[in-house]
């Protein structure tokens, strides 16, 4: 067994279930290079507060393999068989567990039939049971940001997936009362669009070129959020195809930090927002109860005042 895949020794808070996050995305998204990009980051000279965990041996060979291939100045090029990748991510002492299929071409629900049938059924748990869900999305392919034609048929997958997701969840041994979902609108690739700086600026490419879609998606979820990641943070030319530059030597991958920041919020207010809400009702109920109680003493309290005399002029 490789000295990477360890169980992690329980953390202050690790008595908690760790956040289950699942990762979504049509072909050629940035799914293997995104998880790649974890990979980089992992690594051990690297100033970032993550730990990436590799749940077993399969995930350990396959994030040193991406990051490797990320390392050498090369794309890891498309996925040719389905993965089933899984990972603890620790950041500010919450525990994630991010399962992910990594699967070539198709639509997701093809490539969940591709597994043998207990990893389907794992991942079928798992996503019942995801409370967060990563839409990795290319701004091109995904959005039509540079007028790409295959985007409607991308996005009605998406929604599909979505669906019979729902309908698994349903029609499952686990039917009940699903919790709420979380879905993060992640764009990726952002290295290659300037107009994906700053802050908000994802939200308004998608108000512009995705509204509709993410409108359906919120169909699926209590909230969206929106994020923009690069696995590599930079590029460099590439002679030999000067349409697709390839990964700098220097890597620095942007925007997980404020990803996997943006999950353990939700972690935080899904545990207080019980709470919140029986403050709220309580605050509710003492608003009335002070409200008749202060109109009863408004009335008590003019039957005893005597008339303010008016003074004119
Ligand atoms: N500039 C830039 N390009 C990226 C980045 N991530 C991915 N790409 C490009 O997008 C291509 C596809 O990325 P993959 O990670 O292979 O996408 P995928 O979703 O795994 O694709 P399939 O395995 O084919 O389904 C890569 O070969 C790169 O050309 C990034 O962060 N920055
Ligand atoms: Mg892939």
């Not at 923009?228 to 925007?255: E, F």
Request: with cysteine; aromatic share 8%; charged share 20%.
């Amino acid at each position: 067994m490789s000295n990477a895949v360890v169980q992690q020794p329980p953390t202050r808070r690790n008595a908690l279930r760790p956040v289950r996050v699942c990762l979504l995305g049509s072909v050629q998204a940035g799914k293997t290079t995104f998880l790649g990009g974890l990979g980089i980051l992992r690594e051990p000279n690297r100033h970032t507060p993550f730990r990436v965990t590799p749940l077993d041996e399969q995930s350990d060979s396959y994030l040193k393999d991406k990051a490797g291939q990320l390392r050498a100045g090369q794309w890891p090029g498309p996925s040719t068989i389905t993965e089933l990748i899984r990972l603890h991510i620790i950041l500010d002492h919450t525990v994630m567990e991010v399962m992910v299929l990594d699967y070539p071409g198709g639509n997701f629900t093809e490539a969940l039939a591709a597994l043998r049938e207990s990893e389907a059924q794992t991942l079928r748990q798992f996503v019942h049971e995801a409370e967060v869900v990563l839409l990795l999305l290319d701004p091109a392919l995904d959005l039509g940001v540079d007028g790409q034609s295959e985007v409607m048929a991308r996005q009605e997958a998406f929604i599909t997936t979505l669906a019979h997701l729902q309908i698994a969840y349903q029609q499952g041994q686990h039917a009940g009362p699903h919790h709420p979902i979380w879905l993060a609108m992640v764009v990726t690739k952002c290295d290659r669009y300037p107009q994906l700086a700053g802050r908000g600026a994802v939200r308004r490419l998608v108000d512009e070129y995705g509204g509709p879609f993410r409108n359906k998606l919120a169909e699926y979820s209590t909230k969206i959020a929106y994020f923009a990641v690069s696995a590599v943070g930079a590029t460099r030319p590439n002679p030999a195809d000067p349409d697709h530059p390839l990964p700098a030597s220097q890597l620095t991958p942007t925007g997980y930090e404020e990803l996997f920041r943006w999950i353990i919020r939700k972690r935080l207010w899904d545990r207080i927002r019980p709470w919140v809400k029986r403050g709220a009702a309580l605050a509710c109920i003492g608003a009335i109860c002070g409200g008749v109680v202060g109109s009863v003493s408004k009335v008590e309290m003019a039957m005893f005042t005597p008339p303010v005399q008016r003074h004119s002029g």
